[in-house]
């Protein structure tokens, strides 16, 4: 896998979960914070995001709002437009109303633990899913829109899927646009780019910085300093990391013992493996995959 699509498959730990909802105007919700990754795609018609700071976000049909932190946060018909719902489970699908009729997608995506490209995300990331700059997340939009309008035979399987792609083309028009922060250079660094790859490709391998400098065809120092720059660890640091996302990946979605697992990312001991893997994760890795283990059909 690349980078991005590495990433996102391992600090995902579930599958996402979306919701239609149906208002007229005016009207109001609140959204309080939530420990996961939250989306809106409005469908059709308008409406507005407030932050808890910051300026309000107009968004207008085909728009993905993405908040990877589950930020708290408002939607309203209209800036002035007063608040009287608060998202919850089990609320009306869609309420009656004479004004402008808005349908929303509104989502959520696990993620389990922190990642440095995912770090760099402000808290709210506001793309145009109808502009003709992300044409990727533009078609993904369409499908959404196209899925949730006119369920059909395998749409139980069709919207997880569409809901994934969703998540990898708004990550990469976000990283494509002028927006975005130095995180890119780990896209557009081709120094960084072949060490991340290396770090990606091989976990298990004993590297140093010689070594994936190596690779980069770069001095240490320089390694160091725009590996630094753009993921903002060093390279060491960052192979710990991802050794751990790959260990915590296997014992979620494998049945891979632990000892296997210990070798797939680089300890010959599985007592190292269990020490580092619970100061990262704060449980024991046999604890950590009963907890993650989904129940049986």
Same mark, same amino acid.
Do not use: N
């Given at each position: 896998?690349?980078?991005?699509?590495?990433? =996102?498959?391992?600090?995902?730990?579930?599958?996402?979960?979306?919701?239609?909802?149906?208002?007229?105007?005016?009207? @109001?919700?609140?959204?309080?914070?939530?420990?996961?990754? @939250?989306?809106?795609?409005?469908?059709?018609?308008?409406?507005?995001?407030?932050?808890?700071?910051?300026?309000?976000?107009?968004?207008?049909? @085909?728009?993905?709002?993405?908040?990877?932190?589950?930020?708290?946060?408002?939607?309203?018909?209209?800036?002035?437009?007063?608040?009287?719902?608060?998202?919850?489970?089990?609320?009306?699908?869609?309420?009656?109303?004479?004004?402008?009729?808005?349908?929303?997608?509104?989502?959520?995506?696990?993620?389990?633990?922190?990642?440095?490209?995912?770090?760099?995300?402000?808290?709210?990331?506001?793309?145009?899913?109808?502009?003709?700059?992300?044409?990727?997340?533009?078609?993904?939009?369409?499908?959404?829109?196209?899925?949730?309008?006119?369920?059909?035979?395998?749409?139980?399987?069709?919207?997880?899927?569409?809901?994934?792609?969703?998540?990898?083309?708004?990550?990469?028009?976000?990283?494509?646009?002028?927006?975005?922060?130095?995180?890119?250079?780990?896209?557009?660094?081709?120094?960084?780019?072949?060490?991340?790859?290396? =770090?990606?490709?091989?976990?298990?391998?004993?590297?140093?910085?010689?070594?994936?400098?190596?690779?980069?065809?770069?001095?240490?120092?320089?390694?160091?300093?725009?590996? #630094?720059?753009?993921?903002?660890?060093?390279?060491?640091?960052?192979?710990?990391?991802?050794?751990?996302?790959?260990?915590?990946?296997?014992?979620?979605?494998?049945? #891979?013992?632990?000892?296997?697992?210990?070798?797939?990312?680089?300890?010959?001991?599985?007592?190292?493996? #269990?020490?580092?893997?619970?100061?990262?994760?704060?449980?024991?890795?046999?604890?950590?995959?009963?907890?993650?283990?989904?129940?049986?059909?």
């Amino acid at each position: 896998m690349d980078v991005l699509s590495d990433t =996102i498959a391992a600090v995902r730990t579930g599958s996402p979960a979306a919701g239609l909802f149906v208002r007229h105007a005016p009207w @109001g919700r609140r959204y309080p914070l939530v420990p996961s990754a @939250g989306f809106h795609v409005l469908l059709r018609g308008s409406c507005w995001a407030l932050p808890p700071e910051g300026e309000p976000l107009a968004m207008t049909a @085909g728009d993905v709002l993405f908040m990877p932190r589950g930020s708290a946060h408002v939607l309203v018909s209209d800036p002035d437009a007063e608040v009287t719902e608060v998202a919850m489970p089990g609320e009306p699908r869609e309420l009656d109303g004479s004004g402008e009729r808005a349908e929303l997608l509104c989502g959520a995506y696990e993620l389990g633990r922190r990642h440095p490209l995912l770090d760099g995300l402000p808290d709210f990331v506001l793309l145009p899913g109808r502009s003709d700059r992300h044409p990727a997340l533009r078609g993904a939009v369409e499908l959404l829109t196209a899925e949730v309008s006119a369920p059909g035979p395998g749409s139980d399987a069709a919207l997880p899927a569409l809901l994934d792609m969703l998540l990898l083309f708004t990550l990469r028009a976000w990283f494509e646009s002028p927006e975005s922060c130095s995180r890119t250079g780990v896209f557009t660094d081709p120094a960084v780019s072949a060490a991340m790859r290396a =770090i990606h490709d091989d976990p298990g391998y004993p590297w140093t910085v010689a070594t994936l400098s190596a690779v980069a065809g770069v001095s240490r120092a320089t390694l160091g300093r725009r590996f #630094a720059a753009t993921v903002g660890e060093a390279p060491l640091a960052y192979l710990t990391r991802w050794r751990m996302l790959t260990a915590a990946r296997l014992l979620r979605e494998s049945d #891979a013992g632990l000892a296997a697992v210990a070798r797939r990312v680089g300890y010959a001991s599985e007592f190292a493996f #269990a020490k580092a893997f619970k100061r990262e994760f704060g449980q024991a890795p046999g604890r950590y995959r009963r907890s993650t283990a989904r129940p049986a059909a």
